[in-house]
């Protein structure tokens, strides 16, 4: 028998491989939007330990208790170990389901569960759900901003991204209406609406149940698809809670996508989506393409999980915990942000989303504020046309409240040094109480704090 | 030969000292190479005298690695390394003393004025911005004087633009220059040792040519290599190229940018420590010079451990 030979090169598979022209020419077209940014490239840096970073969406993990989640990996291996480590359905176990079931009626939805399917991750939602209804050069509407996870996904099956302004109350489904009028005029149908109701990523505003009503209609009377993205619905901090679209629409023209990674583990990695039984038979076909099955092994624990029936005690401690943090980094804004900026103050999620006046754009602010070791999202990230690069995303889930201060002064010091630069530029007096500023923002939000 | 990779580092051009680092790393162990990969960081003195590489080759860009710091540690601890020395480095990494140097040579460069915040913020500087449009015209270019791969550079069109065009620049330097724009074509020359490597034309595809991500990824700007260049421009440009390396005092290699325009070449700037990714101009010269990127690295490797400047 010839003897196999020891590896040689232990650390990488193929010593080479990174010579990308020996490929380039093999790459699919839609590869090219798939691009390493340099917006990326700056984000590598806020992975140093000094950075405070209130650029990620991370939610909180650290108050899981162990003891809880050993004791349910414990009962999965003594009890069902073959079947947690076997594959499963495409369509996911009827018991995660049942867990779905729960997590969807705490809002109000009952959905059939064969309307269903049991996701990795609301991420992998989303592109099953474009896989299955976008043809390159198909339009997408979606919300301006949008969620920037949401972008290389659309962009990767080669849609046409159109963005509508959102405000306080969400989309601007009157913005919608005159949007579908002329692409009804040019004879493009769009395939589907994308949207984040509640608490939006990354602009921290909820939409209101009068323009839930109107898409809901819309999207009836024109048959049109709106897949609503519901990641953050029951992590709501003050006001009224607001029916998801679903709900309200029923099902008909309304693909749902919720994940547990907000209100439990994103590490998991289990979302889902539901969707009328035509589309859902597609999306299975697509998911089964895909990965076969989602993960058999955190099915089972999160099955163990909701057997505990602590899970909403859980999303009301993680409730908690975001309020308090929200509320400190409003107020941090309001101490350390100069008077001409604007930012949302959500009802709930993980982001507020600020506008900076226009002559400062928030990737060069990024590369300062990296030097003070702290980090954001550029705007710029939730558009696909080069927009939003006055404003920044700002996550409160995912560090303390100390944290929240310190990062929130860090960001106000160096916008303060560009406003004070900008005023020595142009010979402007500094007010102490400048005029608000309307137009230039890409969201026209009212001022923190003010009377709308 | 124990080979140290410096890369990585804390300058805001870390992703792509990543990727030159990691692709000059397998072209290394391919040679036959001891390769000891370091991403620079504040241990970077005690691992460098722990393991006594025989020679560092640093692919690291923008400040820390390009400017001449990490040139000059090598240099106390006596390891031969890649590329310029630490002086000459300092004088690529700012663009001020770079085309300082430049133009007291008699070669040129557009005419500039250089700012730093404390012209504006104590003396008024704002006031001198008005007579921009008779001394410069428009469009402008403005640049942090200390900075790579494009950042915060931006053109202004007219009057109105240039304060928050310097409002960005600002955000990577202290000091920035105010350029006059020449319009031409957009040329690379690499140098290698006392060697000009064919010369490199970027052809801009979509966006705006001043675009940071445009130079690093493949399908927005395409390189012609060797350019299209007659027999008078090509000797120009290498000509002018070559007096800009002497006068900086590079050594090993360095890339020299330069615009073609009606008049003949311009020199805009120096790069002590090129890009040496996939979509990298060095490279790209080198193998349209028959150099694959095995022997461009090992040539390097020689160049580091006998130095040799354009005699």
Known sequence: MAEVPEPTHRRRSHAGTRDLERYAGLFAERTGVMRSSAMRDLMAIT???????????????????????????????????????QYGPTEGFEE???????????????????????????????????????????????????????????????ADVVQ?????????????????????????????????PSFQNPAGVTMSLERRRRLVEL???????????????????GGEPMPPLYQLDGGDFVIYLGTFSKILSPGIRLGWAVAPPPVMEKIVLGKQAADLCTSTLTQYFVREYFAERRWQHYVDDLVEIYRGRRDTMLEALRDNFPAEATWTEPDGGLFIWATLPDYIDTSDLLAKALRADVAFVPGQAAYVDGRGSHSMRLNFSGVNEDEIREGVRRIGKVIAEQVDLYGALTGEQKQPEPEQQSAPNVLPFRKAGEAG | MKVAVLKGGRSLERGVSLRSGARVEDALERLGHEVLPIDVGSDLVERLIAERPDVAFVAMHGVGGEDGTVQELLEILGIPFTGPGAAACARCMDKV???????????????????????FREFGAGDALGRLEKTLGFPLVVKPSRGGSSLGVRFARSPVEVPQALVSAFSYDDRVLLERFVDGRELAVSILGDEPMPTVEAILLEGDRYDFEARYEIGRTRFACPAELSAE??????????????????????????ILGDEGPWLLEANAIPGLTDTSLLPQAAEAAGLSFEQLVERILDLALSPQGIS
């Open chain 1, 164 to 196: 509508v302004e959102c405000d306080e109350d969400g989309m601007q489904v009157e913005v919608l209406e005159k949007l579908l009028d002329d692409l009804r005029s040019e004879g493009r149908r769009p395939k589907f609406v994308y949207s984040v």
């Open chain 1, 96 to 158: 995660t389901k049942d867990c779905i079931l729960e997590v969807m009626g705490a809002e109000g939805m009952l959905p059939d569960p064969d309307d269903i399917i049991v996701t990795t991750g609301g991420q992998q939602a989303i592109d099953l759900v474009c896989k299955t209804l976008i043809d390159p050069g198909d339009v997408v509407i979606c919300e301006a901003p949008t969620y920037p996870g949401a972008i290389p996904t659309l962009c990767s099956y080669q």
């Open chain 2, 97 to 119: 003393q770079a085309k300082d140097a430049i133009e007291l040579v008699g070669l040129p460069t557009p005419h500039w004025f250089a700012f730093n915040q404390t012209a």
């Open chain 1, 47 to 85: 992975a140093r330990p000094e950075v405070i970073s209130l650029a990620g969406g991370l939610p909180d993990t650290s108050t899981f208790p162990p003891q809880s989640f050993a004791a349910q990996m414990t009962r999965i291996a003594q009890e069902s170990a073959a079947k947690a480590l």
């Open chain 1, 219 to 237: 999207a009836r009377a024109q048959e049109l698809l709106v897949v609503e993205d519901n990641p953050y619905g029951l992590l709501r901090y």
């Open chain 2, 233 to 258: 421009e090509e000797r120009a440009v290498t000509e002018a190229a070559a007096g800009a390396y002497r006068a900086l005092g590079c050594t090993g290699f360095a890339r020299v940018d330069l």
